[in-house]
């Protein structure tokens, strides 16, 4: 059924009782008597202000005791207090003391009484009866609330203004109540018992049943009757929620499949863009940035990241998939109406070849770290700075740069990768504090070592002393200062055999095809140890220093059962060259009688340079033959190639490991095919490596025309070698060079391409075991004629003969002569 519309008018409805009731319409009166009232006499008392039955004018209605008052009309009650009579009982006071929109105004009008249709008479006035106080309620105007209409039962029907009071509003308030105790003023009606004047036709207004839409906070408890201010604190924010998704859903679909507003990959603003156009842009301005070279830097090193190399290249396709999906949060559409979303590029990336790029680039940064320590250069000590190690971060540096790059970091700006750092031990003051109170004084005189008898001594030079100190780290962070035994023996040599006898280590004895162990004998003498321990406390004193020795057993270096134990019993490989040059043979002759007697232990490694030291004059060698530039020149030390060669084809049958040679630039034709090996001192050295269980003697046997090497120790394997046909054939050039004192002529060889492949077999069932191939590249050795500088111009004048001179004769017939070429290596 239609309800009366809240908040159309402001209008407020008064009950027949007098007092303000709720907004439902009130019910309407039962019939009554007929009977002409103040309103059928005088018409114009319609608009006269009413007040309540019962009261006298300008008072306010008196209150009855809370006790003969039902729940309902105590409610209304309360709703109307003295000095505001327009007050409705169900609207809610605006917070604050604010007015709302909804309570009375100064000049609005009120709607007395029930409304009545149209169409029918006016109800009839009550009529003015006098109430003695006291005295019982008429039954027939006493109605319960069961028997009373709703407000849901009432027909709502437009008003008629010749059917209703309009009573202006008065802005001031009511007068204050009248003493009870005045008869002029009796008591105001209350819902149950009207005590004042008679009831308005119809009877009291019905009362409410207790619980049914009555809220404590003044609303009726139905929602479509909500005071206006309540029910626009929900439309406002629901208004600006329906607005917001409208504006959400219009963004939405505006957008479509393009790529999100303020998207930005690698530095390229991709915003706005389909995913094709999107492609493009990536493709043109942030693919050739990625391939690009980039600067990289670690610590203090620089270098080049080449992305190509290491396969990393923009991945556009997989890129725009990952950016062109819209954001359905609405937070982050909004967002970016103001920011921009960064987004990394896709990149594909060779993690095997990013990481042989990585390590090529380590290569530059990786450092050992270096203690502050103190370095002798025979007796002048040095001070070294320590310097941090450091690590390049393999891993933390593939990340920099994929990360760089799938941002689109500029090309020249440096990629920053990380480096380990690993700190020193030793810092620079604890060297300088053992530079000053050890190494200086323990360098400024000799130490003199007397026997227990005191009739012999033996001075230890300044020099013995330099080389034998030693600097350690320690993990305190001090530099331990040491005398090492070894190294004092060595340099001492036989100068310690003063005191007793000294030892003689076990050696191994050919004789024939067969070989033997020579055993050790201990000595007796001063122990280099001992003496090592009794140095180093003198060494802080003032000179003169002197320590007694204290003689003992001295051991072998290489006892008998140390060189039993190494497996030498048998001929292993044995190789022989001849040689004609006498100058060579000389040089060849020295170096053989160095190396004989070598002994190699289990996994070390042999190098030539390394054991026979410096070749020079000093040493015995001589000028010979040697290969520089292409071409035959001379050389102290020369002919070493021809000893290095017989070695390195004993090595080659021995089965040993090349470590490394390198064979003559052209090829010599005394010396086997791809096997022969040249070396030349501080440059070309010739490596190999005892890769058995067993040691390796080495015997030389050298005569004017032939040199031998032999490998004594454990044979493990038959060797067969296999040479390849001669390929790619390179035919010698010719040239003439003038002979000042230092051309050597050159009969000329061809150039050519050779593989040699060593076969390895069993011993007992020559089943072979494995091969390998040296591949050797000669180059053609050229032909060079040795010819005689050319004569010097003639004198002009001499040779005029008006001015006195003879004429020439012409030169004699000469025929260039080449003499023979001169052996090599």
Same mark, same amino acid.
């Given at each position: 059924m239609p309800q009366e519309p809240r908040g159309v008018s402001d209008t407020v409805r008064l009950q027949p009782d007098g007092t303000v009731g709720s907004s439902r319409p009130a019910p309407p009166a039962p019939p009554a008597p007929t009977k002409a009232g103040p309103a059928d006499a005088d018409p114009s008392a319609a608009a006269e202000p009413l007040a309540p039955a019962g009261t006298a004018e300008g008072a306010a209605p008196q209150p009855s005791t809370d006790a003969e008052q039902p729940a309902d009309a105590e409610q209304r009650a309360d709703a109307e207090q003295p000095g505001d009579p327009g007050q409705p009982v169900d609207t809610q006071p605006p917070a604050d003391g604010e /007015?709302?929109?909804?309570?009375?105004?100064?000049?609005?009008? *009120?709607?007395?009484?029930?409304?009545?249709?149209?169409?029918?008479? &006016?109800? &009839?006035?009550?009529?003015?009866?006098?109430?003695v106080p006291g005295s019982p309620t008429p039954a027939a105007e006493t109605t319960s609330p069961a028997d009373s209409p709703t407000a849901a039962d009432a027909p709502v029907v437009g008003s008629a203004v010749e059917d209703t009071a309009v009573v202006p509003r008065v802005d001031t308030p009511a007068a204050g109540p009248a003493d009870n105790g005045d008869a002029a003023h009796p008591t105001a009606p209350t819902g149950s018992s009207p005590a004042g004047a008679p009831s308005a036709p119809g009877g009291p207004p019905p009362t409410r049943p207790t619980g049914a839409g009555d809220d404590s906070d003044g609303s009726d408890g139905d929602g479509d009757n909500a005071p206006a201010w309540r029910r626009r604190r929900v439309l406002v924010p629901v208004a600006v929620l329906l607005t917001l998704g409208v504006l959400y859903g219009a963004?939405?679909?505006?957008?479509?499949?393009? #790529?999100?507003?303020? %998207? !930005? =990959?690698?530095?390229?603003?991709?915003?706005?863009? @389909?995913?094709?156009?999107?492609?493009?842009?990536?493709?043109?301005?942030?693919?050739?940035? #990625?391939?690009?070279?980039? /600067? !990289?830097?670690?610590?203090? !090193?620089?270098? =080049?990241?080449?992305p190509a190399s290491a396969g990393i290249a923009l991945d556009v396709p997989a890129t725009v998939d990952a950016v062109d999906d819209q954001p359905l949060n609405p937070w982050t559409r909004l967002t970016s109406l103001f920011t921009d979303r960064d987004v990394d590029a896709v990149l594909t990336a060779d993690e095997t070849a990013l990481a042989a790029q990585v390590e090529q680039l380590a290569a530059t940064v990786d450092r050992a770290p270096v203690d502050a320590t103190i370095t002798l250069d025979g007796t002048e000590p040095t001070l070294v700075e320590p310097v941090d190690g450091r690590t390049l971060d393999r891993a933390g540096a593939a990340e920099a740069i994929t990360a760089t790059l799938a941002a689109g970091g500029a090309v020249d700006d440096p990629i920053e990768l990380p480096v380990d750092v690993t700190e020193v031990q030793v810092a620079a003051e604890e060297a300088a504090r053992v530079l000053e109170e050890t190494v200086v004084p323990a360098l400024s005189a000799p130490v003199t070592v007397v026997g227990p008898a005191g009739s012999e001594s033996v001075e230890v030079p300044v020099t013995a002393i330099a080389a034998s100190l030693t600097f350690t780290p320690q993990d305190d962070g001090t530099l331990a200062v040491a005398v090492d035994p070894a190294t004092l023996q060595a340099?001492?040599?036989?100068?310690?055999? =003063?005191?007793?006898? /000294?030892?003689?280590?076990?050696?191994?004895?050919?004789?024939?095809?067969?070989?033997?162990? #020579? &055993?050790? =004998?201990?000595? *007796?003498?001063?122990?280099?140890a001992q003496l090592a321990d009794q140095l180093l406390p003198v060494l802080t004193e003032p000179a003169p220093r002197t320590v007694t020795g204290v003689l003992g057993p001295v051991p072998a270096s290489l006892t008998t059962e140390q060189a039993q134990a190494l497996?030498?019993?048998?001929?292993? @490989?044995?190789?022989?060259?001849?040689?004609?040059?006498?100058?060579?043979?000389?040089?060849?002759r020295v170096v053989a009688a160095e190396v004989d007697g070598a002994l190699v232990r289990p996994g070390e490694t042999f190098s030539l340079n390394g054991y026979t030291g410096p070749r020079g004059t000093a040493q015995g060698y001589v000028p010979a033959?040697?290969? @520089?530039?292409?071409?035959? @020149?001379?050389?102290?030390?020369?002919?070493?190639?021809?000893?290095? %060669?017989?070695?390195?084809n004993t090595v080659f049958f021995a089965g040993l490991e090349d470590v490394y040679h390198k064979p003559h630039s052209f090829y010599i034709s005394r010396y086997p095919a791809g096997r022969e090996a040249t070396v030349y001192e501080g440059q070309i050295d010739l490596k190999w490596r005892n890769d058995t269980d067993t040691g390796i003697y080495v015997q030389t046997e050298w005569t004017p025309s032939s040199l031998t090497v032999t490998f004594w120790g454990t044979k493990y394997y038959d060797i067969e070698s296999i040479s390849s046909e001669r390929r790619n054939i390179r035919e010698p050039a010719v040239q003439e060079k003038v002979d000042e004192g230092n051309c050597t002529p050159q009969s000329g060889s061809r150039g050519f391409d050779i593989t040699v492949t060593r076969v390895f077999r069993d011993l007992a069932s020559q089943a072979e075991l494995r091969r390998e191939d040296f591949e050797t590249r000669y180059a053609a050795e050229a032909i060079i004629h040795c010819v005689p500088p050319p004569a010097p111009p003639a004198d002009p004048a001499a040779a005029d003969p008006a001015a006195g001179g003879a004429a020439p004769a012409g030169p004699p017939a000469t025929t260039p002569t080449t003499p023979p070429p001169a052996p090599a290596g």
């Amino acid at each position: 059924m239609p309800q009366e519309p809240r908040g159309v008018s402001d209008t407020v409805r008064l009950q027949p009782d007098g007092t303000v009731g709720s907004s439902r319409p009130a019910p309407p009166a039962p019939p009554a008597p007929t009977k002409a009232g103040p309103a059928d006499a005088d018409p114009s008392a319609a608009a006269e202000p009413l007040a309540p039955a019962g009261t006298a004018e300008g008072a306010a209605p008196q209150p009855s005791t809370d006790a003969e008052q039902p729940a309902d009309a105590e409610q209304r009650a309360d709703a109307e207090q003295p000095g505001d009579p327009g007050q409705p009982v169900d609207t809610q006071p605006p917070a604050d003391g604010e /007015p709302s929109e909804d309570s009375p105004q100064p000049g609005d009008t *009120q709607v007395i009484g029930p409304p009545v249709e149209a169409d029918g008479p &006016p109800p &009839p006035a009550a009529p003015e009866q006098p109430q003695v106080p006291g005295s019982p309620t008429p039954a027939a105007e006493t109605t319960s609330p069961a028997d009373s209409p709703t407000a849901a039962d009432a027909p709502v029907v437009g008003s008629a203004v010749e059917d209703t009071a309009v009573v202006p509003r008065v802005d001031t308030p009511a007068a204050g109540p009248a003493d009870n105790g005045d008869a002029a003023h009796p008591t105001a009606p209350t819902g149950s018992s009207p005590a004042g004047a008679p009831s308005a036709p119809g009877g009291p207004p019905p009362t409410r049943p207790t619980g049914a839409g009555d809220d404590s906070d003044g609303s009726d408890g139905d929602g479509d009757n909500a005071p206006a201010w309540r029910r626009r604190r929900v439309l406002v924010p629901v208004a600006v929620l329906l607005t917001l998704g409208v504006l959400y859903g219009a963004d939405l679909a505006l957008a479509g499949g393009d #790529v999100p507003r303020g %998207t !930005v =990959v690698g530095g390229v603003d991709v915003s706005g863009l @389909s995913p094709a156009a999107a492609a493009q842009r990536l493709e043109g301005d942030l693919a050739p940035k #990625v391939a690009a070279d980039h /600067p !990289v830097v670690a610590d203090d !090193v620089t270098g =080049v990241l080449h992305p190509a190399s290491a396969g990393i290249a923009l991945d556009v396709p997989a890129t725009v998939d990952a950016v062109d999906d819209q954001p359905l949060n609405p937070w982050t559409r909004l967002t970016s109406l103001f920011t921009d979303r960064d987004v990394d590029a896709v990149l594909t990336a060779d993690e095997t070849a990013l990481a042989a790029q990585v390590e090529q680039l380590a290569a530059t940064v990786d450092r050992a770290p270096v203690d502050a320590t103190i370095t002798l250069d025979g007796t002048e000590p040095t001070l070294v700075e320590p310097v941090d190690g450091r690590t390049l971060d393999r891993a933390g540096a593939a990340e920099a740069i994929t990360a760089t790059l799938a941002a689109g970091g500029a090309v020249d700006d440096p990629i920053e990768l990380p480096v380990d750092v690993t700190e020193v031990q030793v810092a620079a003051e604890e060297a300088a504090r053992v530079l000053e109170e050890t190494v200086v004084p323990a360098l400024s005189a000799p130490v003199t070592v007397v026997g227990p008898a005191g009739s012999e001594s033996v001075e230890v030079p300044v020099t013995a002393i330099a080389a034998s100190l030693t600097f350690t780290p320690q993990d305190d962070g001090t530099l331990a200062v040491a005398v090492d035994p070894a190294t004092l023996q060595a340099q001492m040599g036989e100068a310690f055999g =003063v005191f007793g006898s /000294p030892a003689q280590d076990a050696r191994f004895e050919v004789s024939g095809d067969t070989i033997a162990v #020579v &055993p050790s =004998v201990d000595g *007796q003498g001063i122990n280099p140890a001992q003496l090592a321990d009794q140095l180093l406390p003198v060494l802080t004193e003032p000179a003169p220093r002197t320590v007694t020795g204290v003689l003992g057993p001295v051991p072998a270096s290489l006892t008998t059962e140390q060189a039993q134990a190494l497996g030498i019993t048998e001929k292993v @490989s044995s190789f022989t060259t001849e040689f004609t040059n006498q100058a060579s043979g000389t040089n060849i002759r020295v170096v053989a009688a160095e190396v004989d007697g070598a002994l190699v232990r289990p996994g070390e490694t042999f190098s030539l340079n390394g054991y026979t030291g410096p070749r020079g004059t000093a040493q015995g060698y001589v000028p010979a033959a040697v290969i @520089s530039g292409g071409e035959l @020149s001379k050389a102290v030390g020369g002919g070493i190639s021809q000893f290095a %060669t017989t070695m390195f084809n004993t090595v080659f049958f021995a089965g040993l490991e090349d470590v490394y040679h390198k064979p003559h630039s052209f090829y010599i034709s005394r010396y086997p095919a791809g096997r022969e090996a040249t070396v030349y001192e501080g440059q070309i050295d010739l490596k190999w490596r005892n890769d058995t269980d067993t040691g390796i003697y080495v015997q030389t046997e050298w005569t004017p025309s032939s040199l031998t090497v032999t490998f004594w120790g454990t044979k493990y394997y038959d060797i067969e070698s296999i040479s390849s046909e001669r390929r790619n054939i390179r035919e010698p050039a010719v040239q003439e060079k003038v002979d000042e004192g230092n051309c050597t002529p050159q009969s000329g060889s061809r150039g050519f391409d050779i593989t040699v492949t060593r076969v390895f077999r069993d011993l007992a069932s020559q089943a072979e075991l494995r091969r390998e191939d040296f591949e050797t590249r000669y180059a053609a050795e050229a032909i060079i004629h040795c010819v005689p500088p050319p004569a010097p111009p003639a004198d002009p004048a001499a040779a005029d003969p008006a001015a006195g001179g003879a004429a020439p004769a012409g030169p004699p017939a000469t025929t260039p002569t080449t003499p023979p070429p001169a052996p090599a290596g």
